[in-house]
């Protein structure tokens, strides 16, 4: 099953990184712009943390690799969206849209959920108009047990007409998005399935021990995208954010089980599910929305939600500013030069983090000021994990840490926001 | 039969363990007699600010200090197996801190000792770390995450990644303004899978200013009463509550906590939990009243009993919370109405003030949601009921029947 890799130390994967990689325009979700889409169902293999590589099956980009998940579709709403599947895998595949109407599939086989295409046969067309903006996945409609676990799952976005509003409301304005897909991975059945042994897959023995964050495990989930050590998993789950920017958050849940997403530094307001907006009546706004600390999505269900750390209301000035200091751009000014409210111990006495730069203040190092390259944070910003609460999925087939987890970083008004 | 085996053979191991431990707790106070050094120490300023921030009137009194000290310790579960926990104890104040990591080895509180604030404290909390006496091979560093506590800054989160966790025999200081009222929760964040299953989580929750308003004060169509409480500032008496209850759902995998107590690899991957608990507890031991001395040595170690005792008429106030590592949980309960006014510390109610509380027989929360649940008694029969998992294969202790995730609502005439 396994194929291993070589390891590499997280900081300089990060550094090469960086120097390899433009960055993507601003707070952008990458993908592949519609309306017209040419997917290939085909076989790769899923690079995990802690060294193993996983045979699974993806869509890929018309002639590009398998992807796990496949290619963000990103369409604009009342977009007549077009998707030609081919298939390269040795069973039938197929799309489905869940959240879309009027599916319509030409070519191919008959299948129980909508026309398939069979191994090398001819393609299939679906098409639908992208009626309403919103999170929403894709995933197979044949044998979708099997094909959702190998991986032929991904997201599709449908952008509202308003450029910077999640939907057709201010309610829904946001500065960043970003999208964090949630999936799952029992290793066995994979390795069934790549040493011809389908028929031996018994799902009532399954239990999964990948965790994945858009497809990635953590900590390579904070690995930029694109990343070229990443032919199969072209996609990072790195949050970025200054004070007081509203972050997007789509969430997917386009696996089989529950994950309880905890959100360090600040509730999240969810303000859609499943790509409808929560409001009362059309137009009313977000009015039926909520905040969670923690949140499940359901299998096969998305979420929207605004996250916004601003440092609000700490009762001491998390820049460190004395109080003549002029204020930070959206700094609470309640708490300006408020001192610092404690005497930390001798460093000696602590455990100092990897992101912990040597101060308690944002943008400010401290006794351990980050190493230019290397530091998975240079500017000393503020680091918030992302996570799946259930915390036995932090885990990289029995290595922890790892799995459905990532960090927000929260960088100081003056240091620009990488994209990652 | 096989399985029986296996466990005669965990507890000879445990034997072994508990003889080492013995041995280095004798060390440790060879050690504790040694060189001087910070070791145990509080930080815990006055209130000179000439403000009253809580809103009881007093204006000298809204700094609070609380110091946790976190060590290893045992715990029993119902069906009367031992389980080797990590946790925290508290210091109370007047202990002698020079003192503390003696008198506070072993001494894990499974669940950790509850964390009650009210809107408007500024909370010193202090956390040392007395160290794994079973573990003496393990260095852990520990933290307390206040989760869910909003715009959190790194320093004061306890997420060992970003910031500093608190080494062997030292102490580490949080501070906390307490803005936002409602039911969180609290945990050690380092080495998070390990530590949250080895029982290192507590209850921690926030009072709102609105019980402190006087007498006669009109909240629309409510009139507020001296002394009477809410779980939010709800405008409206809708979360009013006489008596406060709160249950944290929880699961061990005793597997575990026997690899980790006998230096074995930790079956992080094979993790099952067999053990479904409230307040630490499985059924029947969620409604022994009052603190429960472990079979070990004989320590108050699960403090909190779970059992729900109201008058007929009264509203009681749940502060539901779930800190399982493995399992979503859903909650029942029979003949008595729940109505759920608060989730995730936070008043159910839309941005624009639309009510989205709701009725409902069963609260599923997974592993870091809270609920606040309002029962209303009012013509409610006098009698126990039940409030219980409905994942039914979860009301067990290991291989025991009819306990595990159940307690009693006692309603009183």
Redesign the interface.
């Given at each position: 099953m396994t194929k291993h890799t070589t390891s590499m130390g997280g900081a300089m994967l990060l550094a090469l990184a960086l120097a390899s990689f433009p960055a993507p325009a601003r707070g952008a979700i990458p993908g592949v712009e519609g309306p017209s889409f040419s997917l290939t169902a085909r076989a790769g293999f899923v690079s995990t943390p802690e060294g193993g590589s996983i045979y699974s099956w993806g869509y890929a980009d018309g002639a590009g690799l398998m992807q796990y998940p496949g290619p963000s579709l990103l369409v604009d709403e009342g977009d007549v969206v077009t998707v030609t599947l081919s298939n390269e895998l040795p069973v039938n595949v197929s799309i489905v849209f869940p959240g879309q109407q009027g599916v319509t599939a030409l070519g191919g086989v008959p299948g129980a959920l909508t026309s398939e295409v069979e191994p090398g046969g001819t393609p299939v067309t679906y098409q639908f108009t992208a009626a309403r903006p919103g999170t929403y996945q894709y995933f197979t409609g044949t044998d979708t047990q099997l094909g959702v676990e190998m991986g032929l799952v991904g997201a599709l976005i449908v952008r509202s007409a308003t450029a910077g509003w999640a939907y057709g409301h201010a309610?829904g304005a946001y500065d960043r998005e970003f999208l964090v897909l949630e999936t799952e991975m029992d290793p066995i059945i994979h390795e069934l399935v790549e040493t011809g042994r389908i028929a031996e897959v018994d799902f009532t023995a399954y239990?999964p021990?990948y965790w994945f964050l858009n497809g990635r495990s953590a900590p390579d989930t904070m690995v930029p995208a694109g990343a070229q050590w990443f032919p199969h998993q072209p996609y990072s789950c790195m949050p970025m954010s200054h004070p007081g920017d509203r972050l997007l958050v789509r969430l997917i849940n386009a696996g089989r089980g529950?994950?309880?997403f905890?959100t360090?530094?600040?509730?999240m307001?969810i303000i859609a599910q499943d790509g409808r907006l929560l409001e009362?009546a059309p137009g009313a706004?977000?009015?039926?929305?909520?905040?969670?600390?923690?949140t499940?999505v359901a299998p096969g269900g998305t979420e929207d939600a605004i996250y916004s750390?601003?440092?609000?209301?700490?009762?001491?000035d998390?820049y460190g500013h004395r109080p003549g200091d002029p204020l930070e751009p959206g700094e609470y000014a309640l708490d300006h030069g408020k001192p610092f409210?404690?005497?930390?111990?001798?460093?000696k006495?602590?455990?100092?983090?990897?992101?912990?730069a040597g101060s308690?203040f944002?943008g400010v190092a401290g006794y351990r000021p980050p190493v230019a390259g290397t530091s998975p944070?240079a500017h000393a910003g503020?680091?918030?994990?992302w996570h799946s609460?259930?915390?036995?999925e932090?885990?990289n087939?029995?290595?922890?840490?790892g799995g459905m987890m990532t960090?927000l970083i929260v960088e100081h008004p003056d240091v620009p926001v990488m994209e990652m | 039969m096989t399985r029986a085996n296996n466990e005669k053979g965990r507890y000879r191991m445990n034997a072994t363990n508990r003889h080492l431990g013995a041995l280095l707790a004798a060390l440790a106070v060879v050690v504790a007699a040694g060189p001087a050094r910070a070791a145990i120490s509080a930080q815990c300023p006055a209130d000179t600010d000439g403000m009253d921030t809580d809103g009881d009137g007093n204006a000298g009194n809204d700094n609070v200090c609380r110091h946790l000290i976190a060590s290893d310790g045992y715990a029993d579960m119902a069906d009367g197996r031992l389980l080797y926990v990590f946790g925290f104890s508290e210091i109370l104040s007047g202990e002698p801190l020079d003192m503390a990591v003696m008198n506070h080895t072993l001494s894990a509180n499974a669940p950790a000792p509850t964390m009650a604030f009210r809107e408007g404290q500024r909370v010193y909390l202090t956390l040392s770390n007395a160290g794994f006496m079973v573990r003496p091979d393990l260095f852990d560093p520990h933290s307390v995450h206040w989760h869910g506590f909003p715009n959190a800054a790194p320093i004061f989160d306890g997420m060992p990644d970003s910031t500093v966790t608190i080494k062997m025999d030292a102490s580490q200081p949080y501070f906390y303004s307490v803005v936002d009222p409602g039911t969180y929760l609290y945990h050690c964040h380092v080495e998070a899978t390990e530590h949250i299953q080895m029982g290192m989580v507590g209850q921690l929750y926030v009072q709102p200013k609105q019980n402190m308003l006087p007498a006669g004060t009109v909240l629309g169509s409510f009139t507020h009463r001296r002394g009477q409480k809410y779980g939010y500032n709800d405008g409206d008496g809708s979360s009013r509550y006489d008596v406060e209850v709160a249950l944290q759902l929880d699961s061990f995998d005793p597997d575990f906590h026997d690899a980790s107590e006998s230096v074995q690899p930790l079956p992080f991957a094979l993790m099952e939990d067999r053990y479904f608990l409230i307040n630490g507890r499985g059924y029947p031991d969620t409604v022994r009243r009052g603190p429960m001395p472990n079979s070990f040595d004989g320590q108050l170690s699960q403090k909190i009993d779970a059992q729900v005792r109201a008058r007929r008429g009264q509203r009681v106030l749940l502060r539901l919370s779930n800190l399982s590592v493995t399992e979503h949980f859903t909650v029942t309960l029979q003949g008595i109405p729940m109505h759920v006014v608060g989730e995730d510390a936070r008043l159910l109610r839309g941005p624009t003030g639309l009510d989205l509380s709701y009725d409902t027989t069963s609260v599923t929360l997974g592993g870091g949601e809270t609920a606040d649940v309002i029962l209303d008694t009012t013509g409610v029969v006098p009698g126990t009921y039940f409030l219980y998992t409905t994942n039914l294969n979860f009301l067990s202790n290991d291989a025991e029947d009819n306990g595990g995730m159940m307690t009693e609502v006692v309603i009183l005439g």
């Open positions: 309610d239990r021990v529950l994950h309880p905890h360090h530094g600040q509730h307001r009362s706004g977000a009015d039926l929305s909520f905040l969670r600390f923690t499940t750390w601003t440092g609000d209301n700490l009762g001491w998390v409210p404690v005497i930390m111990p001798d460093p006495d602590l455990e100092p983090g990897p992101y912990y308690p944002l944070n503020y680091v918030f994990m609460h259930k915390e036995y932090m885990v087939n029995d290595t922890p840490p960090m | -």
